[in-house]
Every structure is written in structure tokens, then in C-alpha cells.
């Protein structure tokens, strides 16, 4: 009961624009942004990259910044999915089975006929995914980014920019603590920041390098899911 | 020479495959006013007359020297008809509309023009039908199949000729559609039961442009639907033009009877462009959009994207927004550096493993000795630069680094990473491995 209260009053700040912490992508994000805003020359984006290189986020911060585009983030297609003129960020496209790929193939012809933007992530570039010629072809056809995880040193920023829209009071020590000893993708990064902070609440403990060493301790042996 | 004309014809239907000979041979006539020891030939159109010119002209002229045992010169020219024929059906002869609008219901996007449509060995054979189609729509290659592989301009080419269509007939019912939207209208004509009006629409159509047919594959009702619609523009001279994946016969999933309508008028390929031919498409996109690009620029992009023209220009675009971004002339250099990541085959997951592997083999070392205790430097040294890669390629944690070499700990992985990073600065020899290495893992 207590632990379910804590999860409730502290919901992860949601992924936006201006939360992204940009390094070597600021380009991309630069694109995300002109597209939000229905500025922009381009309306057809890809974007690909390791997992924790900000994909998720930048498309979830899309679909927030452009809500007054309808934007939607889609993971898997909706049968009843339509494209208008607004703005579509769909996740994960190496994952679409057949029929999904015929429906993403259609939303883009239709968002492309009627003046929408769609942008799109994967896990290769586009000429390397294994989807549908036709849907590979369209996907390579706009602007397409790589997007490059952060140095050590913009991980750092990132967990101190995190750590404080929560008001999490987050020492150094710790910070350079995690990056030598957890999974350094921002999205685990991030998770076992979150946890950390119900930990804290939870022992009513200020974090501390002794904190956190226990608390990676014991999540060892469950490894943190990626929110 | 009548007679000389038909064994010429009965040579060519032997030496040549039906669907050839039926498209080029058959439809030419031996024009009767010819003075005897010429031969005159008409073709139905000027498209047929060049590409008779450029293919067969030579073979038929071989034939009538062999034949009447003398070398003689054959003529080719334009039959009258062709004139006669001219005027628009008269169902789209009505007052003029507004252009715009007509675009729009037809579902053409107006960019799509034979203007910038780029010519090349690859597509000139379907753009020259396409052009013929559209100023004869009806009367001259009905229905017009044009296959291809993905992004080679069959879109294009088939938006092409709609605009063409509709600028010179603005009142004439064009529809511009992809197989898969044709699907859904079935599937809504279906459940609303309009399937009257759906009827009445597809079959009142002067111009049906349909996109992907292969789409259709397993689709029975639709099937069903398409083969009435088709039946009736057909016969009434109204064109369709159908743009496919693959050669009719190799469509997979589709009736019988569709597929060999499909070839009853004429079905050119479109093949993937030749590197001159993308230079020129690079060259032609940056201009659409008043963008300067020097030669050797367009060279680079042209010569490093092969597969289809939306890559290309989806490559191109890179460029221009990596110098816009970084507001920087586009120059040879510039556009390396905008499409390094696109061009480099990224080895999707680099794993410890993989890095352990490729330094072993690459400093003639054995797997073991990464994790073994060993400290002589042939070994401790190799071993150091795969921790450091495996720190920079990947994403697990140090801790996870140390164990995956022998249980090492995770302050050893760091020693080691600032070992090779300080090695790298002192030593140009270390820095090119270490550069060699990562370049051979990342593929």
C-alpha cells in the first residue's frame, strides 16, 4: 500500500523536446522541433540508433510538443489508424509484423498525400531494415539521423538535469558512481535513478554513495526494467 | 514487296517473343504508294516509329538485302491516322475547370511532371509509352503495365502522365490511386452496400492510374471488383495504367484473368538507374529546389547510394540539412561527413564477445588470453585495447566489462581505458589500430 502511494506521487517526468538532452543530436532535435511546429522543409524523418539513444523520447516528445498537429506516438499500428495533416510518430518500426507494415506503408502515403509529417525510429538505418522493400524505400526516402548516445560527460548532465526536475538532490559522487558501475544506456540510467529516488523515499534516506551502493546491491538480482 | 513484308513478318514472330513482336511488328503497315525498290513502312505512332528506328530497323533491313539479294534501303514514317485520331473522346471536351482543383480530386500531386523526370537507359522506354499514353489516352497502349523495383519512378512517371492528361483535357475524369486505398473503397462499399456507386464511380473514370497492383494478391473480392471496372474502361477506350513490382505473368496471388488482361496492351520495365543517370537525378533535385551542388558532390552521393532514386534523395536531403544546420557551404568534404553514419553498415550490436574476437585475431593473440591472468605485454596489451573498445562500442557497465574478461575488476577496465587513451595520443601506431579496430567492428 505505502509502496503503490510512493509510485503515485512520483510519476516520471514525461519525455518532451526540451528535456531531451541533445549532444551530438542536436540536429535531429533541431528537425523535431521545426516539425512540431509545422515549420520545417521536411515531413518525413527517420531515426535510428541503439537502444537508449533516445529514440522513445524524442518521439514521445514529438507527439507533446505537436499536440496541436493531433500528433499520436504509435507503437504497432491501430487498424483504424488514419493520417490527416497531422503529425504521426511511430516507434520501433523493425518490430512491425506483415500487416503492420502494409498499414504503416499506407499511413505514409496517405500523410504524405494530405500534407502530414511521420516521423519514424528504428534499430538500423533505413536501407538495413528488414521491412518491406516498398516501406524500406519510403522510410530512406526522407531525413534520416543517427542518433549517437551521450559521452559520459552528457550522461552526467543529463542524470543532474533529471535529477532535478524531480528535486532530487543528487551528489556528484553518485553520479560518477553509476556511470563507472550500472548499464550506462541513458534509458537504464534513468530507471534505476527513478528507483533509487522511491528507495530514498522509502528508507527516508537522502541519497548518498553508501545509499546507492546498497540499492544497486540489491537490484542485482532483479535487473530494473526500462521504463 | 507485299510478299517480301510477310515472310519478314513470319521471320520476326518466329525471332522475336510474342509480346514483342505483337507491341512493335504487328502494328507497322507496308505503306502501297512506295515506289518499287524502296520500302516504306508506317508506324501507328512516333513512339513506335523510334523505337522500331533503334531496335529493329537494321534486322529488317538485313532481311530485305538477304531477300531480294541486293542492299536496300527501308524508310519509316508516321502513318496518317495518327492525326485522325487526335481529337478527345468526347466525353472530356466540356468547358475547362479550375486546374488546381482538378489536381486535387484526381489524387495527383502537380510536382510529379515529365519535366523533371529524369531520363536514362534505365526508364526511356517506359517514360516514351507514358508520354504516348498521355496524348493519346485510350487509343494507343491500353492498359499501360509498368513494373519495376521499389523508388525507381513508376509513381512518377504514372503522376506524370495524369498531369500531362489533365492539362490538355482539365475537364477529363483522372484518378490517381494506390492499390491499397482501392482495397479499402471496396472494403467500405462493402459494408455501407454502395457497392452501385462505387461502381458508377471507377467505371465513369477516363484515366485510372493505379499504383502497386501487386497489393491486390489474395484479395478475391477486390479482385472481382477490378476485373469489371477494368472490363469496362477498356471497352469504352478509357486508359488505365497499372504500376507493378514484378512482370505480369509473375504476379503472385492475383486470378488468371487479370493477369493476362494486364499484358493485353503494353508492359515496360523500369530498371534500376546507371550511375550517370543518378549524378543527373542528384543534380536535377538540388536545382528543384535552388540548391547548388557542385559535380563532384553529386558524383559522391551518386556513386555511394545505388539502390533506388529515394535513397538517393533521401541522401541528398541529409546534406543539404547538415549544411543548413551547420551553416556551412556543401562541399565534397561536408557531404562525407553528412552521410557518414547513413553509409556506414552499422554492425547493429556490437557485443564484448565480437570486440574480444576481432582484437584476438587482430593482434595474432588467442581468445583465452582475454581472459586469462597473463600479464606479458604481447597479451596485456591487446587486452587493454578491447576493453577500451568495449567500453566505447557498447553499453554494459564496467563491472559487466571486468567480469566478460576473466572476471577482472571493474577499476582494471578503467585503468585500461585510460592506458589505451593516453597510449593513443603518444603513439600513432596504437591510435591506427585502435581506429582500424573500431572501423572493423563497426562493418
Aim: hydrophobic share 45%.
Amino acid at each position: 500500500m505505502m509502496q503503490q502511494l510512493l509510485l503515485q506521487l512520483a510519476p516520471p517526468p514525461a519525455p518532451t523536446l526540451d528535456n531531451f538532452v541533445p549532444g551530438r543530436n542536436a540536429a535531429a532535435l533541431q528537425v523535431l522541433r521545426d516539425i512540431a511546429a509545422g515549420s520545417g522543409n521536411e515531413r518525413f524523418v527517420y531515426l535510428w540508433g541503439e537502444p537508449g539513444s533516445g529514440r522513445t523520447h524524442l518521439l514521445r516528445g514529438l507527439a507533446q510538443a505537436a499536440r496541436a498537429r493531433n500528433a499520436l506516438y504509435l507503437d504497432g499500428i491501430p487498424e483504424n489508424a488514419v493520417a490527416d495533416d497531422g503529425v504521426i510518430a511511430i516507434d520501433e518500426v523493425q518490430r512491425l509484423g506483415a500487416d503492420d507494415q502494409i498499414r504503416l506503408f499506407d499511413l505514409y502515403n496517405r500523410a504524405r498525400a494530405a500534407g502530414g509529417a511521420l516521423v519514424a525510429s528504428g534499430d538500423a538505418a533505413p536501407a538495413q531494415l528488414a521491412l518491406r522493400a516498398d516501406l524500406r524505400s519510403r522510410l530512406a526516402w526522407g531525413l534520416a539521423f543517427q542518433l549517437h548516445p551521450l559521452s559520459d560527460a552528457e550522461k552526467a548532465a543529463a542524470l543532474r538535469a533529471h535529477a532535478h526536475e524531480r528535486a532530487l538532490a543528487l551528489p556528484e559522487d553518485v553520479i560518477a558512481y553509476l556511470l563507472l558501475h550500472a548499464r550506462r544506456d541513458m534509458a537504464s540510467l534513468i530507471a534505476i535513478l527513478d528507483a533509487l529516488d522511491r528507495h530514498s523515499l522509502e528508507q527516508k534516506r537522502l541519497i548518498t554513495l553508501p545509499l546507492v551502493r546498497s540499492a544497486l546491491e540489491a537490484m542485482k538480482d532483479k535487473p530494473c526494467s526500462t521504463p | 514487296m507485299e510478299r517480301f513484308w510477310l515472310s519478314c513478318l513470319s521471320r520476326l514472330e518466329n525471332e522475336l517473343p510474342a509480346q514483342q513482336f505483337n507491341t512493335w511488328i504487328k502494328p507497322l503497315r507496308l505503306d502501297s504508294k512506295t515506289p518499287s525498290g524502296q520500302i516504306a513502312l508506317l508506324a501507328p505512332n512516333r513512339f513506335v516509329l523510334d523505337w522500331i528506328k533503334n531496335r529493329y530497323l537494321a534486322r529488317i533491313e538485313a532481311m530485305a538485302a538477304e531477300y531480294f539479294s541486293s542492299p536496300i534501303r527501308v524508310s519509316l514514317a508516321m502513318a496518317q491516322t495518327e492525326a485522325a485520331a487526335k481529337p478527345a473522346p468526347a466525353s472530356i471536351t466540356e468547358p475547362a475547370r479550375r486546374r488546381s482543383g482538378g489536381h486535387e480530386k484526381a489524387g495527383l500531386i502537380p510536382e510529379f511532371t515529365f519535366d523533371n523526370f529524369v531520363i536514362g537507359k534505365a526508364n526511356q522506354l517506359a517514360r516514351a509509352a507514358g508520354l504516348q499514353v498521355s496524348e493519346h489516352p485510350g487509343t494507343s497502349y491500353n492498359p499501360l503495365f509498368v513494373y519495376g523495383g521499389v523508388g525507381l519512378g513508376k509513381t512518377h512517371l504514372i503522376h506524370a502522365v495524369g498531369n500531362n492528361v489533365l492539362a490538355q483535357h482539365p475537364t477529363a475524369k483522372v484518378r490517381y490511386l494506390h492499390a491499397a486505398q482501392y482495397i479499402s473503397d471496396v472494403v467500405r462499399a462493402y459494408h455501407q452496400k454502395s457497392f452501385d456507386e462505387f461502381k458508377r464511380y471507377y467505371h465513369s473514370l477516363d484515366l485510372l492510374l493505379i499504383d502497386d497492383i501487386q497489393f491486390f494478391s489474395g484479395k478475391d473480392r477486390t479482385q472481382e471488383e477490378f476485373f469489371y471496372a477494368f472490363n469496362a474502361l477498356i471497352e469504352a477506350h478509357k486508359q488505365v495504367i497499372i504500376t507493378c513490382d514484378t512482370y505480369p505473368k509473375d504476379i503472385s496471388g492475383i486470378e488468371e484473368r487479370l493477369k493476362s488482361r494486364f499484358s493485353w496492351g503494353l508492359s515496360v520495365g523500369i530498371e534500376p538507374p546507371e550511375q550517370e543517370m543518378r549524378v543527373a537525378i542528384v543534380q536535377k533535385k538540388a536545382e528543384a529546389i535552388s540548391v547548388r551542388l557542385d559535380e563532384e558532390v553529386a558524383f559522391f552521393i551518386a556513386k555511394h547510394i545505388r539502390s533506388n532514386v529515394r535513397e538517393l534523395e533521401g541522401a541528398l536531403k541529409s546534406v543539404i540539412a547538415f549544411s543548413r544546420f551547420n551553416g556551412k557551404d556543401i562541399s565534397l568534404d561536408l557531404a562525407k561527413e553528412a552521410l557518414k553514419d547513413l553509409l556506414s553498415v552499422q554492425n547493429r550490436q556490437i557485443s564484448i564477445d565480437n570486440i574480444q574476437k576481432t582484437v584476438a585475431e587482430f593482434y595474432k593473440i588467442k581468445i583465452s588470453d582475454m581472459h586469462s591472468k597473463k600479464r606479458s605485454r604481447n597479451v596485456a596489451r591487446p587486452r587493454q585495447m578491447a576493453m577500451a573498445l568495449a567500453k566505447e562500442l557498447t553499453q554494459h557497465s564496467l563491472p559487466d566489462i571486468g567480469d566478460a574478461f576473466g572476471n577482472r575488476d571493474h577499476t582494471t577496465v578503467l585503468h585500461a581505458c585510460r592506458t589505451i587513451a593516453s597510449l593513443r595520443e603518444k603513439h600513432t601506431e596504437i591510435n591506427h589500430d585502435y581506429h582500424v579496430l573500431e572501423q572493423v567492428l563497426k562493418g
